[in-house]
């Protein structure tokens, strides 16, 4: 009975393990983002669930943008045209990450596989 608690718990670390790896945990992608300095003109605040974020698509301000992510489930946001940029959030987890954003429409999406495909994608909309 020991053994196969073990092996239990072996299995649970290794899909830990597993899932933060799929998310860009280890890739390294994140680390090669500079954040900019000085105060966010406005922050944008998601939810990331199955399959969606909340809301889809949002507005704001051009310039340095905080970005606050709620998970709800394992899930990543990159957004695109931004290199480096990647949030990750487990259920229950808040992130929040500036970026600089020019006007107009950027799309952001969660890497996942098969997640962006099942409609996880957005657009945020600097003016």
């Known amino acids: 009975m020991r053994v196969r608690s073990m092996s239990v718990a072996l299995v649970g670390v290794l899909a830990f393990a597993l899932v933060g790896t799929a998310c860009g945990g280890s890739s390294g992608k994140s680390s090669s983002y500079k954040e900019p300095t000085g105060p966010a003109v406005d922050t944008v605040k998601l939810v990331a669930g199955n399959f969606f974020y909340r809301p889809k698509d949002s507005t704001t301000k051009s310039g340095i943008v905080a970005i606050q992510l709620k998970g709800e489930g394992v899930h990543t946001l990159v957004i695109q045209g931004v290199p480096g940029f990647e949030m990750q959030v ?38």
């Open 90 to 127: 487990s259920n229950g987890q808040t992130q929040t990450k500036k970026v600089q954003l020019k006007p107009g429409k950027h799309t952001i999406y969660c890497t996942l596989p098969g997640h962006r495909q099942s409609g996880m994608q957005g657009t945020i909309t600097a003016t």
